[in-house]
Every structure is written in structure tokens, then in C-alpha cells.
RNA sequence: GGGCGGUUAGCUCAGCUGGGAGAGCACCUGCCUUACACGCAGGGGGUCGCAGGUUCGAACCCUGCACCGCCCACCA
């Protein structure tokens, strides 16, 4: 063994050796108890990011513990098609190559897509695997798989069987870069500079006229009322009468809404139902008409008439010059407001009513609201809780078609009389009429409708399979925020539907990891680290160390210290290790305590195991692997292994015994973080595999060797300080403090008139808080006696420092 | 506009239900002591964002303010 730990060829080792040997494999039929992580699919349109590591560390541990504590631990593999950020890639690719996705048509396209699912598919797992990630990769899913498939279709048709889905016109998002509708999740609103523009629309009576504030002069040409608030004096006489629209010069009613804000603006408000969705559900409400004059290009279309074919500046550009010309532009004023963004694309959201497909969430979340209500699925953070809660609470429609190419097609066919089929699989003729020629809708499904079955899709729902009826439900769901209501919710009311029980019990939000300089992490910012580069510099167990360190709740900057500070963990360990194999040839490993120190590591190892036992469970991971490495360099490095160095050279045989059993448990403890070189170490002196050894039992507490060493540490303290040995240590004493304290550090005594300086503060504090009487009689006892113990101690102290 | 979180050492962050301000890195001093210089032993450094309040006692609880971040959002 080297000085120096070098994980290169160690990790990849271990990695093939655990996989090949089917240590990472849950069977269905392992009567074990069992523990299931639901995994986030990644995208297969990118690489590892910071966010992937994180979370695969994170669940990883939990995968690893677990494991070890005997349970049949199941973490499934798979990736997601991810309809429209792939569709967008390719779209992407093959401008480069100067081709238009129209032009090579649908087949071809999507042909193109599985080119790249089958190139970068396994390249992604490929990177889960190199952080240590002990999935069971035989159990790779793909949401587009045929099996997976089946279980989109068969839920479509359910929601359509119950009426939940349905198809109808609505005002829905349109991305004129996606060319396709995005659900309401999938708008950013992203504040803008507009101007506001106060239109007067003159009354048809010819008495006076209404003015109101517009952002989008264009769209005037599509008002079809003027609406006020039903309670609003100033606009009293003008309720029922008719105003002329400017620029179209069209007849359109005064009508009043409790939606109008009369402190905005003038308090009349424009009614415009195909292009704000204010404006829709206001004109349902009337049952006014919807008529559009923005196109699906973004541009004004025909119904615009002289504007046709002008982009929406260019338009308003003309109605505000027109409204000058006519005296009816009262003012123009500079307006900064949030406006709706494409998640994806980044373009402007254009508010166009469209005839899609949608589901009615309001009777579907009712189940998910009552779990994490009763608390039956619970958050940590737990404000999650409450967050999660809201949304559901004021859920609306989803739109779930989209106009794109790459995805699941929406199971229903069209006859020519318009009869529509809904089944899993292409019918023969139209269930309405019999009608033999049929065509399927041309859309497909939004990608996260069938991440919504993941949890049990996966395990081969709808086909009752062993795995299914083994590991569902499953324990825990670990993911970021940021897809929260997109994935998390959706799969909690998903499986209270279609299996009639909740997918995990816990969600785990682990942090964002920011830049070092506080920006959201990200490749197009040039913000983004690469975990892979972290391994292949730091290792995969410094690796999973450091992020592990970084996964607070709250949000955190990235800093390569966390990982460093792994690296050193590592590598303390190894040569820890050396030393105590190198002393321990031909020993059997077993806990044969003789020493004060060595009952004193044995019942440290245990305090650290009983922490990780409560934080590992609930997410912890920055104060479990805190713990370890004070365990691994204070405990077990400073003070028992210079304590017990010299026994060991000795050739005492209790004391090697002890020192590998001791080992053991510290590399048990450490294998769900480190799990590499502990299972390198592991091997030196075992022939079995420490990922599928056993958790340690409980060892029994020893108050009485935690006094003796602290009594050590204190005089050693104050013997450095005052460079006088204090007399009164008995011989297990006097040898750990010749072993660790070191005599010769006699000299570095400088301090001791300062140390009594302190003392004497110290002391003073203490005497004026027990002379408080309100202190002592209102403070708890225990905090009192406290407190008179700590006075007795540096009193005690100062007399030990003398003159 | 609504909601949530943050502000602690030069940096990145811990600090659980109120009771002696912590870690890692960085810095300074002394050590290549036969496991480890990715190390060992020590050291300096903080008005816990600001202002009030409750309490014997506040980084922690309450109120207000300032700044930073995130999520949600149909005031055109």
C-alpha cells in the first residue's frame, strides 16, 4: 500500500466488481423488507450536472445504508425522452446541417431522435456509474419503451373513461419557437419594459367617450367588448351602452366583471378573449366571440386585414399612428410588468385559443391533497409541504397536447365525420360510425404526463408483475425543486388513481448548488461545473463527499474546498489503515478491549453510528458526513491510533485484534459516503464485499473510558500551557498522555499567563451568574449545577497552571 | 402582487426545542516524530444585517426595517 491514496483504476474496479458479482440487483422474490427510491429520470439531451451528482449521491447513500441494513434495496435506472427539449436539440442539429424538420418529415425526424437516444442513452447512465452509483442497471426503463408505452396509453384512456380528459377550446400557451403549445408550468414570467397606452373608444351615441390602458395596441382589432367593474361610480352611465373599436371601427358593448382592477389604469378594461386569458374567461362568462388577429407565426394574420403578415411591433406601430391622426391616443406611458417566457425556448408566450386536449385536475388531486395533508407522503423540507398544498389547491386545466413530433402520439383517431376513437392500440373502425378510414390525432403527449407513471411504470404497470406487486409502493423520492409540481405532484395523485396507493412515503428536496459566484449554475451562463471532471481530478468518493457536505436545505455555493476536504478523508483513511494492516498481519479481526482507549474508539464508533442512523434516514447528509471525518481524524487518527501505536508495535495481540475490528467498524460507517475505498481497504483483509456486509449492531457505551480521555485532553491542555505536568493521572492516563500529548511540546509554554487570564474571566462570569438569585432560583437546576460544575473546573484548572 | 428562504470569521457554511460563538479552507508559529506534509501540534481572527421588544439570560423567540435569492401569479 502507498503513502499516497491513488483512487485511479480503484473506482472503476470496484464499480465492474459490484456489478458483475449482482450486488447492486433487488430481486422480487428477496423476502427482505424493502426499500425503493423513485430516481428522477435525467433528459438524455445532456450530460451530468451538479444537480444529477447531488441527487444520485444523496440516493445513493440511502441505497447503500439501507442495503446494508438488510433491507432489499431497489434503485431503478432510466431515462426520459424529454419530448420537447429533445424534439428542440434535434431541431437544433439539423439547422446545422441546413435542413428544416418539415422538409425530411415526421418519420425521418423522429428516426433522428432515436439516433440520438441510442447514442447518448447510455452515456448518461454511464456517468451514474462512475460516481459509485449502485443502481440496478439490468432494470433500465425508457419512457418510450413499448412496455412504458402501453402504461401511457392505458392511462390516457382511463382519464378519458372517467371524463377527466377531454378535448376542447381554450386559451392556451403557444411558443412560436416550439411551434406548440406548453402548459401553464412551463411559462417563465420575466419582467419587461412596455409602454401602456391609454386608447378613448368613443361612444356609439356619440355622447363621449371610455378610455382604457393597453400594452398591445394590436390587439384592439380583436376587442369584441369594454368591461368595468360592477361597483365603480365613474363608469356607471356607461353599463349597456356601445362603444366604437378603434382603427376596425366595430360596435362592442360596455359590460361589467368583477376580474376588472378599478385601480389600474382608468378601470375599463379592453376585452380581448383570443389573446388574454383574463379576457377569455371573462368573455365565457359573456359568451362574447374569440376572434384572433395574431397568428401562430407571432405574426398579425388575416383576420387583421391591411395589418396581415405585419409583426406585432409593426402593428402596433400603425393602430397607435392611426390613433393619433384620430385624436383618440390620450397618453403614453413607460410600464415595466412580468410577461410570460417558454421555459425552453425563451420565447414570448403568445395567449391564443386553441382547440387541445386537456385534463380537469380539479377530482384528481383531491387524493394527493389528503396524503400530504394527514401527512402520509411527507416533504423535508417540510415548507414543502405547504407549497405543494397551494398549488393543488388552486389547480387548473392541463393542457397536455403539444404539437411536436418526438413524444407519445395521442391514442385517438378521427373519422371523416369527425366521430372520435379513444383506445390503446389503432383501431379498425370508428367506434361511432364503423368508419374503416381513420386518422390518428397528430399530436403528441406533454413528456411529463407520462413521467407521471414512473414510480410504477416502471415496475411494469399495467401487466401485475412480481416487481410491481413486490416494490410498489415505494419509500422515497429525491429531486430538486424545480420540478416539484411538473413530476412530484403528478406522480402522487397518478398513483393514488391508477393503484389506488401513494407512490413513497418521503420527498427529499435536496439543495441547488449555485456558482461560486452565487448565479444559478448553468451552460449557457458558462456558470456550470462538471461533475465528471470533479471525479476524474478528486476522485468519486471526494466527490460524492464534498456534495454531500454542500446539501443543506437551503440553497448553496458550489466551493472546491467540500471536495478537497473528501479527497483528505480518503486518504487520511488509507494510511490509517496501512498502518494498522501493516501491525496486523495474520490477525483476526475482534473487538478484545484491554485499554481505556480502546473501549474509549469502540463507544465513539457507536455514538457515530447511532447519529447516522437518525440523520441518514432523514436526509442529514451534511451532518452525517461531518461526523465522519471528526470521527475519522480527531477519534480515530489523533487520539486512539497514537494511543495504541505503541501497543501495536509491541506485538500485542489484543490490541492488533481490536485495531481491525475497530477499523472495520469505521469503514462499515463510512462505506455509504466513501464506498470505494473503504471496499479497497475492506479488501486487504477480507474476502468478502463490505457493500452487502452488515450495519453494526449497537456496542455498548463505555461513560467511564469518554472521562478518562477527556481528563487527558484537559490536562494536556493545560500541560502545554503552563509546561508543568499535573500530578494526579493514573497509569492508563500517563501512558495515553505519553503516547498523544507528547513531552516534548514542553517548550510551546508561552501562554500560560494568558491561560490564566482567561481562567480568571471565566471564573468571574460564573461567580456573577450564580450570585444572580434570579438566576439560580429561575433557571433550570440542571443549568445551575452546570454552571457550578464549570466554576469548580477552572478553579481547579488555575490551581493545576500555579505561578 | 402572493408565498418561502437567507444575512454568523477573509471565503464556503454548521449552530436541534433560548444557558460557555463553531467547522473546513485561507492566514501565522513550530515540527519531514518509522500510517499520512492530501500530515501533526498550536495560534490569531466574529457588535451573529440594522432597530426595538420579551426573558434572570437572545445568533436562536416577537415586531419593524434594509439588502440578497427562489417559487407562484390572468392588474390589462
Redesign the pocket.
Known amino acids: 500500500m502507498e503513502?499516497?491514496?491513488k483512487p485511479e483504476g480503484v473506482e472503476a474496479r470496484w464499480q465492474r466488481t459490484w456489478e458483475d458479482e449482482g450486488l447492486y440487483r433487488a430481486e422480487p422474490d428477496d423476502p427482505r423488507p424493502t426499500f425503493v427510491i423513485c430516481v428522477p429520470p435525467p433528459n438524455v439531451t445532456g450530460v451530468l450536472h451538479m444537480g444529477h451528482a447531488l441527487n444520485g449521491t444523496s440516493q445513493d447513500v440511502l441505497i447503500r445504508y439501507h442495503r446494508m441494513r438488510g433491507y432489499n434495496a431497489l434503485w431503478q435506472p432510466g431515462y426520459d425522452h424529454a419530448s420537447i427539449a429533445l424534439q428542440n436539440v434535434i431541431v437544433g442539429l439539423l439547422a446545422e446541417e441546413g435542413i428544416d424538420r418539415l422538409d425530411i418529415g415526421r418519420e425521418a425526424f423522429v428516426e433522428r431522435c432515436w439516433e440520438f437516444i441510442r447514442q447518448y442513452g447510455p452515456h448518461i447512465i454511464g456517468q451514474f456509474r462512475s460516481l459509485g452509483a449502485s443502481l440496478d442497471y439490468r432494470r433500465n426503463r425508457f419512457t418510450l419503451d413499448d412496455e412504458y408505452t402501453k402504461a401511457v396509453m392505458r392511462f390516457f384512456v382511463h382519464l378519458a373513461n372517467k371524463g377527466y380528459v377531454y378535448r376542447g377550446s381554450r386559451i392556451v400557451n403557444w411558443c412560436p419557437g416550439c411551434a406548440s403549445v406548453i402548459s401553464?408550468?412551463e411559462?417563465?414570467?420575466i419582467e419587461v419594459d412596455d409602454a401602456l397606452s391609454y386608447v378613448r373608444y368613443p361612444f356609439a351615441d356619440g355622447d363621449g367617450s371610455i378610455t382604457?390602458?393597453?400594452?398591445?395596441p394590436a390587439t384592439i382589432l380583436a376587442d369584441v367588448a369594454v368591461a368595468v367593474h360592477p361597483e365603480d361610480e365613474r363608469y356607471r352611465d356607461a353599463i349597456g351602452r356601445e362603444v366604437i373599436v378603434p382603427f376596425v371601427e366595430r360596435r362592442v358593448p360596455v359590460i361589467v366583471d368583477e376580474?376588472?382592477?378599478r385601480?389600474?389604469?382608468t378601470?375599463?378594461?379592453?376585452i380581448t378573449p383570443g389573446h388574454?386569458?383574463?379576457d377569455w374567461?371573462i368573455g365565457q362568462d359573456h359568451h362574447l366571440l374569440e376572434p384572433m388577429v395574431v397568428g401562430l407565426d407571432g405574426r398579425m394574420n388575416a383576420e387583421a386585414g391591411e395589418l396581415a403578415g405585419l409583426t406585432q411591433a409593426e402593428a402596433d406601430e400603425r393602430v397607435l399612428a392611426w390613433l393619433k391622426e384620430h385624436d383618440q391616443l390620450e397618453k403614453r406611458e413607460s410600464y415595466r410588468?412580468?410577461v410570460g417566457h417558454c421555459d425552453r425556448s425563451g420565447d414570448r408566450v403568445e395567449p391564443l385559443v386553441m382547440l387541445q386536449w386537456w385534463v380537469d385536475m380539479t377530482e384528481l388531486v383531491k387524493p394527493a391533497i389528503a396524503v400530504l395533508r394527514d401527512g402520509r407522503v411527507r416533504c423535508t423540507p417540510e415548507?414543502q409541504t405547504?407549497?405543494m398544498l397551494s398549488?393543488l389547491e388552486n389547480i387548473r386545466p392541463w393542457c397536455i397536447s403539444r404539437q411536436l413530433w418526438w413524444g407519445h402520439r395521442i391514442p385517438v383517431w378521427y373519422c371523416a365525420d369527425g366521430h372520435t376513437t379513444i383506445a390503446e392500440t389503432a383501431p379498425y373502425s370508428c367506434a361511432e360510425c364503423g368508419s374503416p378510414a381513420l386518422h390518428q390525432d397528430e399530436d403528441v403527449l406533454d413528456t411529463w404526463f407520462s413521467s407521471a407513471l414512473w414510480p410504477f411504470a416502471t415496475l411494469g404497470w399495467p401487466e401485475q408483475t412480481p416487481e410491481l406487486a413486490r416494490f410498489y409502493p415505494g419509500d422515497v423520492c429525491s429531486t430538486g425543486?424545480?420540478i416539484n409540481?411538473l413530476w412530484v405532484s403528478r406522480m402522487i395523485w397518478a398513483g393514488l388513481e391508477l393503484m389506488g396507493d401513494i407512490p413513497f412515503s418521503a420527498v427529499n428536496y435536496h439543495s441547488m448548488i449555485?456558482a461560486?459566484d452565487?448565479r444559478?449554475m448553468s451552460k449557457s451562463l458558462g456558470t456550470g461545473i462538471d461533475p465528471t471532471e470533479l471525479i476524474d481530478e478528486y476522485s468519486a468518493d471526494a466527490t460524492r463527499y464534498g456534495l454531500l457536505k454542500m446539501s443543506?436545505?437551503?440553497?448553496?455555493?458550489f466551493?472546491v474546498?467540500m471536495i478537497?476536504?473528501g479527497?483528505?478523508l480518503a486518504?487520511?483513511l488509507w494510511?490509517?489503515a496501512?498502518?494498522m494492516l501493516a501491525q496486523s498481519q495474520g490477525v483476526t479481526p475482534e473487538a478484545r478491549p484491554q485499554s481505556v482507549e480502546e473501549r474509549w474508539i469502540l463507544s465513539r464508533l457507536d455514538v457515530t453510528r447511532e447519529l447516522l442512523e437518525e440523520s441518514i434516514p432523514t436526509f442529514g447528509f451534511?451532518?452525517a458526513v461531518?461526523s465522519l471525518y471528526h470521527l475519522t481524524?480527531d477519534d480515530f487518527?489523533?487520539w486512539y491510533?497514537?494511543a495504541v501505536?505503541p501497543r501495536l508495535y509491541d506485538g500485542d495481540d489484543d490490541a492488533r485484534a481490536t485495531a481491525l475490528a475497530a477499523l472495520e467498524r469505521l469503514l462499515t460507517l463510512l462505506h455509504p459516503v466513501m464506498p470505494h475505498v473503504t471496499e479497497e481497504i475492506w479488501s486487504q483483509f477480507h474476502d468478502s464485499r463490505l457493500i452487502v456486509s452488515p450495519w453494526p449492531e449497537p456496542y455498548a457505551r463505555d461513560d467511564d473510558a469518554t472521562r478518562t480521555l477527556e481528563h487527558v485532553r484537559d490536562a494536556?491542555?493545560v500541560f502545554?500551557r503552563s509546561a508543568t505536568l499535573p500530578a494526579k493521572l493514573s497509569d492508563d492516563e500517563r501512558r495515553i498522555f505519553d503516547a498523544v500529548v507528547k513531552p516534548e511540546?514542553q517548550k510551546?509554554n508561552g501562554?500560560a499567563e494568558a491561560e490564566r487570564e482567561r481562567l480568571r474571566n471565566?471564573i468571574a462570569r460564573a461567580e456573577q451568574m450564580l450570585g444572580?438569585e434570579?438566576?439560580v432560583s429561575?433557571?433550570?437546576p440542571e443549568?445551575v449545577e452546570?454552571e457550578r460544575a464549570?466554576l469548580e473546573r477552572y478553579r481547579r484548572e488555575l490551581e493545576t497552571i500555579g505561578d
Open positions: 503513502p499516497l491514496y401553464d408550468l411559462v417563465n414570467h382604457i390602458a393597453t400594452v398591445r376580474r376588472v382592477e385601480g389600474f389604469g378601470g375599463a378594461l379592453k388574454d386569458p383574463t374567461e410588468h412580468a415548507q405547504k407549497v398549488y425543486r424545480d409540481f449555485m461560486p452565487g444559478r443543506s436545505t437551503q440553497d448553496v455555493r466551493s474546498g478537497e476536504e479527497r483528505k486518504n487520511k494510511n490509517v496501512r498502518l451534511a451532518a461531518t481524524f487518527c489523533d491510533a497514537e501505536k494536556g491542555t502545554r511540546r510551546s501562554n471565566e444572580n434570579r438566576f429561575k433557571a433550570p443549568v452546570a464549570k
